[in-house]
């Protein structure tokens, strides 16, 4: 069974502008999540979508929005990009909605912004 | 907002030897469940185990064990038998039973010593 699939894995960006990054979850998980790790700020919570409807959204500015399709991959996107957004940006899939289970999570993009 | 705290930033133990990973958490909540997850250098997040609030018993995943304490608001990690493939980033996770996504810790790094 594949795992969470995220690409790219490695992204360099220039700041000021956009990039999408795409995560495929496991073949029947409908929830998606992301979250952005830094050493700074550690992991935060991005957003959850389940069922292509986003439940929950973390505190992060509006630049940053995603989607999720009836296929369940998720999407994220990053306007105006800046030095800041430079991160590990960790997706995490699950079949159940019972939030007891534990996530499965990908590999990550690790976005470098110059 | 929930908070996790990790107060070892890096521990070390020799190879085969027992470890203990410390986290406290802060929550008002009574109903919630607590993860371990472990971080390679391959930055995928792996799912190392898993408690619900509501049990008493603590957990246990063959090598790994967990004391939750939850008057305390405490959870540690036990590793026994220490492996080299243990050497990672260890974080421990706190998600509501009522909520959409992870409250991380900072992590704690682990270093194998052969």
């Known amino acids: 069974k594949a795992g969470v699939t995220q690409t790219p894995r490695y992204l360099i960006k220039t700041r000021g502008q956009q990039v999408t990054l795409s995560c495929s979850p496991i073949?029947?998980?409908?929830?998606v999540s992301w979250y952005q790790q830094t050493p700074g700020q550690g992991l935060q919570f991005l957003f959850e979508y389940f069922s292509e409807t986003q439940r929950n959204k973390g505190n992060f500015p509006g630049r940053f929005s995603g989607r999720q399709f009836s296929n369940s991959r998720s999407e994220m996107n990053v306007s105006t990009l800046e030095l800041g957004d430079s991160a590990l940006y960790l997706c995490?899939?699950?079949?159940?909605?019972?939030?007891?289970?534990?996530?499965?999570f990908g590999s990550g993009t690790r976005l470098t912004v110059v | 907002a929930q908070t996790v705290t990790q107060s070892q930033p890096e521990m070390s133990v020799q190879e085969a030897e027992t470890v203990t990973l410390s986290c406290t958490y802060d929550?008002?909540?009574?109903?919630?469940?607590l993860f371990w997850y472990k971080q390679p250098p391959s930055r995928q997040m792996i799912l190392v185990i898993r408690q619900e609030a509501y049990k008493q018993q603590n957990a246990t995943e063959n090598r790994f064990s967990v004391n939750f304490q939850k008057a305390a608001k405490s959870f540690s990690l036990k590793i026994s038998d220490s492996q080299l493939g243990d050497a990672a980033m260890y974080f421990c996770?706190?998600?509501?039973?009522?909520?959409?996504?992870?409250?991380f810790g900072t992590g704690t790094s682990l270093t194998v010593i052969p």
């Open positions: 073949s029947g998980h409908r929830s």
């Open positions: 996770a706190y998600r509501s039973a009522a909520g959409n996504q992870f409250y």
């Open positions: 929550t008002s909540e009574s109903d919630y469940y």
């Open positions: 995490a899939s699950r079949t159940t909605d019972r939030v007891g289970y534990g996530y499965t």
